[in-house]
């Protein structure tokens, strides 16, 4: 139950944070490279624009979602000394 409910929260840690943020950059930099060539040699912009938006959905859907994998290196927290 405590897995369901940490996925549920969407807690993901700095590492993963830093991965998102790489993932983005690759894919939707991937994505514009790919949807400007396709575009260009077909010569129609539609291809441009559906293939961004597709590469854009694929990024929100590998990058929103708190994956498991975005949360592999924990903090270690102190425990609290004597309360107040």
């Known amino acids: ?3 369901l409910q940490n996925v549920i929260d969407g807690f993901i840690d ?3 944070q830093r ?3 790489q993932l ?3 894919l939707l930099g991937l994505a514009g490279i790919v949807a400007f060539l396709v575009g260009f040699v077909m010569k129609d912009l539609s ?3 559906w293939i961004g938006l597709g590469g854009t959905a694929l990024t929100v859907l590998a990058v929103v979602p708190p994956w498991p994998m975005y949360n592999r290196n924990g903090l270690k927290w102190l425990p609290v ?3 107040q």
């Open 19 to 21: 991965l998102a943020e």
């Open 14 to 16: 700095f590492e993963g």
């Open 24 to 26: 983005t950059t690759v």
């Open 81 to 83: 000394e004597g309360g």
């Open 1 to 3: 139950m405590d897995q």
């Open 47 to 49: 291809y441009t624009v």
